[in-house]
């Protein structure tokens, strides 16, 4: 029996589902252990069909013939110091500063972990070393790194960098709803994080109410983690809100008129992909300003066609911030956009509301995600090719 390790970043539900959708393409012999903690944990602990084992700490990688790695920092090391092959799945890769990324400073640590001792050490200095530099250690550790696309190379990206190139991850998706419609709210998992204050949270639910509040029609239904659901009935009262899984949430999006949700990956494709209209809302600590403008590096267009295509409730629309900015920032501008009535939210998504085409000008934009989709299962089979290869002796 092939054993796979799987560990997944805390980041929501998103790094935890694409494992999901990985771990479901493979065959029912394969024996799936998740390593996760947090709001991965709780997501990977309510679907043990997927996963068999859920486990917090681990004593022996080698007892595994191959590791997945989404979006963590923890797997490539672990596999590499181990022998036991890895394929990371990069979701960040617009975040990188190719040409500033120490790559030989990162391979140097890499090379120092021995044990799984030695890896609170490398992730910390890795941290040190460059933003994101310790998800940047999946280049120098992982096996393969696998990138979702459905244009080019990351622009920037040095010709030599190790990437593979997969469809976009849809899993099954349930076939679109006749009408009537609702509109949907989704609000990520990743708003719960070790980073993340209850006082945030406040504050953005908060400045959900300001920006949704005059538009949103009180039959909508609003995902979100457990821990949104007392703010969020405090402030939309009828609103249907709940936890999906993520078989559920299609189906709930699957029937939506329009999709508010901040600009994730997996989101963004499985909204393309089902023809709901997508509008980005903020994220709750910058405005998602990295993966909203990351879809540039996705779409064959240019950035002007890009925002027509997916207007944003972020703060593009209404300011030229690109720096991160703190949870109370984002609330001060928005609550002044939101009162002026020429330049506001209000007139801006009447305005998106109005566009018939909206779904059909994503689609084009994002060349087809439909017919493109699937990469899960090329995923799922370089793993089964790996589990079987000897181990890279360099990881040795």
């Known amino acids: 029996m092939t054993?796979?390790?799987?560990?997944?970043?805390?980041?929501?539900?998103?790094?935890?589902?694409?494992?999901?959708?990985?771990?479901?393409?493979?065959?029912?012999?394969?024996?799936?252990?998740?390593?996760?903690?947090?709001?991965?944990?709780?997501?990977?602990?309510?679907?043990?069909?997927?996963?068999?084992?859920?486990?917090?700490?681990?004593?022996?990688?080698?007892?595994?013939?191959?590791?997945?790695?989404?979006v963590e920092p923890v797997g490539p090391l672990v596999g590499r110091a181990a022998g036991v092959p890895v394929i990371a799945v990069d979701n960040?890769?617009?975040?990188?500063?190719?040409?500033?990324?120490?790559?030989?400073?990162?391979?140097?640590?890499?090379?120092?972990?021995?044990?799984?001792?030695?890896?609170?050490?490398?992730?910390?200095?890795?941290?040190a070393l460059a933003p994101y530099g310790e998800y940047a250690l999946m280049y120098a550790a992982a096996t393969e790194v696998h990138w979702q696309r459905v244009a080019a190379r990351p622009a920037g990206a040095p010709p030599w960098l190790k990437g593979t190139w997969v469809a976009p991850y849809l899993g099954r998706l349930p076939d679109r709803s006749p009408p009537p419609h609702r509109p949907v709210v989704s609000l990520s998992g990743g708003l719960i994080n070790p980073y993340t204050t209850a006082h945030q949270l406040d504050i953005y639910v908060a400045l959900l109410a300001?920006?949704?509040?005059?538009?949103?029609?009180?039959?909508?239904?609003?995902?979100?983690?457990?821990?949104l659901h007392e703010r969020l009935r405090a402030r939309f009262h009828t609103a249907d809100?709940?936890?999906?899984?993520?078989?559920?949430?299609?189906?709930?999006?699957?029937?939506?008129?329009?999709?508010?949700?901040?600009?994730?990956?997996?989101?963004?494709?499985?909204?393309?992909?089902?023809?709901?209209?997508?509008?980005?809302?903020?994220?709750?600590?910058?405005?998602?300003?990295?993966?909203?403008?990351?879809?540039?590096?996705?779409?064959?267009?240019?950035?002007?066609?890009?925002?027509?295509?997916?207007?944003?409730?972020?703060?593009?629309?209404?300011?030229?911030?690109?720096?991160?900015?703190?949870?109370?920032?984002?609330?001060?501008?928005?609550s002044a956009a939101v009162r002026d009535e020429g330049q506001g939210f209000v007139p801006w998504a009447r305005s998106v509301l109005a566009r018939p085409a909206l779904a059909r000008d994503q689609m084009r934009v994002l060349g087809g995600v439909a017919a493109r989709g699937h990469g899960e299962r090329e995923t799922a089979a370089a793993l089964l090719r790996l589990a079987v290869s000897p181990a890279p002796s360099s990881a040795k």
């Open 210 to 227: 300001e920006i949704l509040g005059p538009v949103l029609p009180g039959d909508c239904v609003i995902a979100a983690p457990a821990q």
């Open 92 to 127: 960040l890769f617009w975040h990188w500063d190719w040409q500033r990324m120490p790559l030989s400073k990162l391979a140097a640590l890499a090379d120092s972990v021995r044990s799984l001792e030695d890896v609170e050490q490398a992730v910390t200095s890795a941290a």
């Open 241 to 334: 809100i709940d936890t999906f899984s993520r078989e559920e949430f299609l189906r709930v999006l699957a029937s939506a008129s329009i999709l508010y949700a901040p600009a994730g990956l997996s989101t963004t494709f499985e909204a393309c992909a089902l023809g709901v209209p997508l509008v980005t809302l903020p994220d709750v600590h910058d405005g998602n300003h990295d993966n909203y403008f990351g879809l540039a590096g996705i779409a064959p267009v240019g950035r002007a066609e890009l925002q027509h295509a997916f207007p944003a409730a972020t703060l593009a629309n209404f300011g030229a911030h690109h720096e991160p900015i703190t949870t109370d920032e984002i609330f001060e501008h928005y």
């Open 3 to 70: 054993r796979l390790l799987v560990l997944a970043g805390a980041w929501g539900w998103g790094p935890i589902t694409t494992a999901e959708m990985v771990c479901r393409a493979l065959p029912k012999t394969v024996e799936v252990t998740a390593l996760a903690s947090g709001i991965a944990e709780e997501y990977a602990r309510s679907n043990r069909d997927c996963f068999g084992r859920v486990v917090s700490s681990l004593s022996d990688v080698r007892a595994f013939d191959a590791v997945l790695s989404v």
